[in-house]
């Protein structure tokens, strides 16, 4: 019998960039059409909503435990729970695990997990 692929995560530093780059897209685009005042506003709500983003729970580690049937561990839990995966889609710079109520789909950045589950998540992303 095959061994069931495990995936333990990291936090994303990549992810992170990426957001930091948006946020100075946005903030420089409201920088050309707003006053000042709404501009340190938008810039002070949009800081606030990082912030409360960072703190959400997150996921540690997934699990397969059956051919669509996948184990998850939150940080904020201290027992995992399952999810239905419907497939796995490649961007190649991060993977979106696509579960069947999709308010559960998670998304897993390159640097987030070691070189040989990277070709693991891949593999599934073809097969799928």
Partial sequence: ??????????????????????????????????????W????VLMLISFAMFLRRPRVMAVGQLDQQLWSCHASDSAQPYSIVLERVIDHELYMIL???????SMVIWRDQVIQQDWKCLKRLAKLG
């Fill in 98 to 104: 696509r579960t069947v109520p999709s308010r559960a």
């Fill in 40 to 43: 340190l506003v938008l810039n």
């Fill in 1 to 38: 019998m095959a061994k069931q692929p495990y995936f333990a995560l990291k936090r994303s530093k990549l992810a992170l960039l990426f957001q930091l780059m948006i946020f100075g897209s946005i903030s420089g685009l409201l920088w050309q059409i707003c006053p000042l005042w709404l």
